[in-house]
């Protein structure tokens, strides 16, 4: 059974600083990884999405990078600015029994960025 | 382009209740899933259609149903509602899950009291 895992459950630094959020997952059985930001009470929206044969995403002020043979993903924020603050999601799509529509999702990393 | 529409965005039910959501995905997507958020269990499967086939359901009880549209609008029904109901239901829409990104919509609130 596939399982994801965020470290830290939540992180507050001051404004500026470069951070990484750390996700791993159990199997290595991905069709592909993304990561997801959430705003308070609101829907989740799509920062990066890596597939399994890729090993690293670049959006912005935004890296993402994955490693599967160990199971590995850690997306990079650079310059970390107050609107960053928010919850930050991992979830793979497994290839675990051909379910390519599930994503399964890690319990998140809840970042503040102080001004 | 327009993102996933979800509708209601609130509601509230009362125990043994049953109450449907629905969901339009981006033009274009022929996938939808549907997941439940809750504090305690996070972000949890509920199902997958593609093209009006439901490909994929997740390990929730017979009362939580969906179907698919040919214009691939989504509903999700869940019936005799529980308090362990209450959740945010997020819809997703996608070209082809396997492949590219999952787009989810805003959610909708449902309280059950």
């Known amino acids: 059974k596939q399982e994801v895992t965020q470290i830290p459950a939540a992180l507050s630094v001051p404004e500026g600083e470069n951070l990484v959020l750390n996700c791993s997952f159990t199997?290595?059985?991905?069709?592909?990884l993304q990561w997801f930001r959430q705003d308070p009470g609101k829907g989740l929206t799509s920062l990066l999405l890596?597939?399994?044969?890729?090993r690293e995403q670049t959006s912005g002020r935004l890296n993402a990078s994955l490693d599967k043979s160990s199971g590995r993903s850690t997306l990079y924020i650079a310059a970390s600015q107050p609107g960053d603050s928010a919850t930050y999601l991992c979830?793979?799509?497994?290839?675990?029994?051909?379910?390519?529509?599930?994503?399964?999702f890690g319990k998140g990393t809840k970042l503040s960025v102080k001004p | 382009k327009a993102g996933v529409t979800q509708t209601p965005r609130y509601l509230i039910k009362t125990r043994g209740q049953q109450v449907t959501l629905s969901c339009s995905p981006i033009?274009?997507?022929?996938?939808v899933s549907w997941y439940q958020q809750t504090p305690g269990q996070g972000l949890q499967f509920l199902f997958e259609?593609?093209?009006?086939?439901?490909?994929n359901k997740g390990n929730f009880p017979g009362r939580f149903s969906g179907r698919q549209f040919s214009n691939s609008r989504s509903e999700m029904n869940v019936s005799t509602l529980e308090l362990g109901d209450s959740a945010l239901y997020l819809c997703?829409?996608?070209?082809?899950?396997?492949?590219?990104?999952?787009?989810f919509g805003p959610g909708t609130r449902l309280t059950v009291t």
């Open positions: 997703a829409s996608s070209l082809d899950p396997g492949i590219y990104e999952q787009y």
């Open positions: 199997d290595s059985a991905i069709y592909n």
């Open positions: 890596i597939q399994s044969s890729q």
């Open positions: 979830a793979v799509s497994s290839a675990i029994g051909g379910s390519q529509g599930n994503l399964i």
């Open positions: 033009s274009g997507h022929r996938s």
């Open positions: 259609y593609f093209s009006e086939t439901q490909r």
